[in-house]
């Protein structure tokens, strides 16, 4: 069964970090391209990060370019987010999706409906407050 889990979501205060993972099962990750998204509360939503699946390109929204970090470890079939200086803003839910067109934005927005991706996960709950 073909499947994507994220992991590694919670409670953090404010300045505080996180490190989300996204396991895959059922297919091996090693020609996709990987995005991270997030939907906050009564918001649409948003791409937030995205790693090529030679890992030799990746892309940052603004708003969390400088903070977060995406990699991958192909031999453990897992792409992460590593997410510092958190902030309330961070708060939602982060899903991944896998990519086979391994494509990722050169910059602007990641708008989803523009990518072939074509398996997601379930989300994982970040939420930042004090």
């Known amino acids: 069964q073909v499947q994507l889990v994220e992991s590694g979501g919670g409670l953090v205060q404010p300045g505080g970090s996180l490190r989300l993972s996204c396991a895959a099962s059922g297919f091996t990750l090693d020609y996709y391209a990987i995005g991270w998204f997030r939907q906050a509360p009564g918001k649409e939503r948003e791409g937030v990060s995205c790693?090529?699946?030679?890992?030799?390109?990746?892309y940052y929204a603004n708003s969390v370019k400088g903070r977060f970090t995406i990699s991958r470890d192909n031999a453990k079939n897992t792409v992460y987010l590593q997410m510092n200086s958190l902030k309330p803003e961070d708060t939602a839910v982060y899903y991944c999706?896998?990519?086979?067109?391994?494509?990722?934005?050169?910059?602007?927005?990641?708008?989803?409906?523009?990518?072939?991706?074509?398996?997601w996960g379930k989300g994982t709950l970040v939420t930042v407050s004090s």
């Open positions: 999706a896998a990519d086979s067109t391994d494509v990722c934005p050169r910059d602007g927005d990641y708008d989803e409906i523009y990518y072939g991706l074509d398996y």
């Open positions: 790693v090529s699946s030679s890992d030799t390109n990746t």
